[in-house]
């Protein structure tokens, strides 16, 4: 055929050399559901301008079409890690091109390219209830069509509750800055900032790490980076004094965006805490580090300084009412072998803050039992050993949850088993979820900047794919075809808590054990299941919310 015109499932990567598999001609959804699908083309003959129209569409709801553009993986997996449930099986020096990033077209068009399957992700929202045929047109620059096909989508008369499960994806600053070209806390940081938030909450993220202090996060010993300071410090006659004008502000704003927790920036180096973060000072007019990797965390000088810059902070955060949505970490990642480094400043922040929450991600459940965090976030590798001890609370994956078919969101991964995290937190009863990298634009150890579009996997430490979701684009952000489908398991995730509003958890649970789910590992792989089992879901939603009235 001369044009090929088809839609598919949002579970699809749909590679440019290969037609797409799952294809799908409708689907079902909630009322204030975000649902994706996608209209895939091949044409034997090259357009330069084109457009893809969108017919049919009630007039409340809105629609967006982005085109799905590949980019390149150097690390699709690491050789040493099993080669379960991935998309293509190639030696990890192998680059491959993966269907990645979600790019705006201009009014004027884009460009379709000859002999190459093209995909376009469209986004659907605000329907009402019923059921409607969609009419996609691909038209060329002359408003001449090239190509029809159509999408029957249904909506069923029910909402999604609220999202109760606490999300924070770690945003990094200073990648902010550095791949904005700003100034930090200028005008146009504060804007590019606000993007990235915005881009965070539009996608379930209602947590933010907010940095007191430069992140000592993924920082090589003895190097630094940018200073990302939202507490000013002065050394006086007097000691210590701070002012939280710029936390304050901060806050502030990002709670108007949607953002309802906070969780303060580590206050001690990573896998350790064996030193401090930097910490900037004005002194004697002049600004000066005073506390970096230089200065132990057990130093009697830090340990001053906490003495004085703890209470004042839990006086700020009663002040404007943000204690009892705030948490705190000391060091990330830490094990059993860091205990007489994490216990001092734990038992530090009890001492001036009684309240204060301490979470962090471990692995270690030795790490929990001995007291030195509150809320353990465990990674879903070593679920199913805090899950015996009664103590599953938090989960986290990042680059090291890889194999046995556990969830993750790298390029060489399939759709589904992104998705599929959402189903897994809601069978766990996880009160929250974390991930490391939003938007981290350096390499390992932040020993250098990065082109995200051309390095995807942090310089080759990390699997393309484990340190960020959205990518910079002068005044905008935009997002990749990952993000979108892991806020579908969010959904997801939302959906069930519906479901089992009307037919009670057993029942909910009776029907994922009944599809082969349990825990973080155990699930079905066939690549059309999880799609499938979502309009089983919403069909069970629509049935017995007709059989209530």
């Not at 924070?168 to 791949?179: C, G, K």
Request: a negative charge; glycine letters at 6%.
């Amino acid at each position: 055929m001369a044009f090929e015109i088809l839609t598919a499932s949002s579970l699809e990567k749909v590679f440019s050399a290969e037609e797409p598999r799952q294809l799908q001609s409708g689907g079902s959804m909630l009322l204030n559901e975000t649902y994706h699908f996608q209209l895939c083309i091949r044409s034997e003959q090259m357009y330069n301008i084109c457009r893809v129209c969108i017919d049919g569409l009630p007039d409340c709801a809105t629609a967006q079409v982005r085109r799905v553009v590949e980019l390149p993986a150097h690390m699709p997996q690491k050789p040493l890690h099993a080669r379960d449930d991935y998309l293509l099986k190639q030696e990890a020096e192998s680059v491959t091109l993966y269907p990645e990033l979600l790019q705006e077209i201009p009014p004027s068009g884009t460009i379709i390219r000859p002999n190459f399957w093209e995909s376009f992700w469209i986004t659907v929202k605000d329907f009402p209830a019923g059921t409607f045929e969609l009419g996609l047109r691909v038209v060329d620059g002359k408003d001449e069509t090239l190509g029809t096909c159509s999408y029957t989508l249904k909506a069923i008369n029910a909402r999604l509750p609220e999202q109760e499960l606490k999300y924070t994806a770690w945003v990094h600053y200073d990648s902010i800055a550095e791949q904005h070209g700003c100034k930090p806390f200028g005008a146009r940081f504060k804007r590019m900032t606000a993007r990235y938030i915005e881009a965070a909450v539009s996608h379930g993220v209602n947590m933010l790490y907010t940095p007191l202090f430069t992140p000592p996060l993924d920082t090589a010993v003895g190097a630094e980076r940018m200073t990302i300071q939202l507490v000013d410090v002065s050394m006086t006659e007097n000691g210590y004094e701070f002012d939280f004008s710029k936390l304050k502000e901060f806050m502030v704003s990002v709670r108007q965006m949607g953002i309802r927790y906070f969780e303060m920036s580590h206050l001690a180096t990573q896998w350790g805490a064996k030193s401090c973060p930097k910490v900037v000072a004005s002194v004697d007019g002049k600004l000066k580090k005073i506390f970096g990797w230089h200065t132990s965390s057990q130093s009697i000088e830090y340990h001053k300084f906490l003495d004085v810059f703890l209470p004042s902070l839990d006086g700020f955060l009663k002040e404007n009412g943000f204690s009892e949505i705030t948490y705190f970490h000391i060091s990330d990642e830490p094990n059993e072998e860091h205990l007489s480094g994490i216990l001092p400043l734990r038992n530090l922040i009890k001492k001036h803050m009684p309240g204060a929450r301490i979470m962090e991600a471990i692995s270690s459940y030795e790490i929990y039992r001995r007291g030195a965090v509150d809320i353990p976030v465990i990674a879903t590798s070593s679920a199913s050993e805090f899950e015996k001890e009664g103590a599953l609370d938090w989960v986290y994956y990042c680059s090291g949850q890889s194999d046995k078919y556990l969830s993750n969101r790298f390029f060489n991964m399939p759709s589904q088993r992104n998705r599929v995290l959402g189903i897994q937190l809601y069978l766990s009863k996880a009160k929250g979820f974390l991930h490391w990298g939003f938007n981290f634009y350096r390499s390992y150890l932040s020993l250098e900047k990065i082109n995200p579009y051309l390095r995807t996997d942090a310089g080759g430490m990390f699997e393309s794919g484990d340190s960020f979701v959205v990518y910079p684009d002068g005044e905008r952000v935009l997002h990749s075809l990952r993000h979108e489908v892991f806020y579908d398991g969010l959904q997801d995730m939302r959906a069930l808590h519906f479901l089992e509003s009307l037919i009670g958890r057993n029942a909910v649970e009776k029907l994922l054990k009944d599809e082969g789910v349990e825990g973080f590992t155990i699930y079905p792989h066939e690549e059309n299941w999880l799609w499938a089992f979502r309009q089983k879901i919403n069909d069970l939603i629509a049935n017995n919310l007709s059989a209530a009235i």
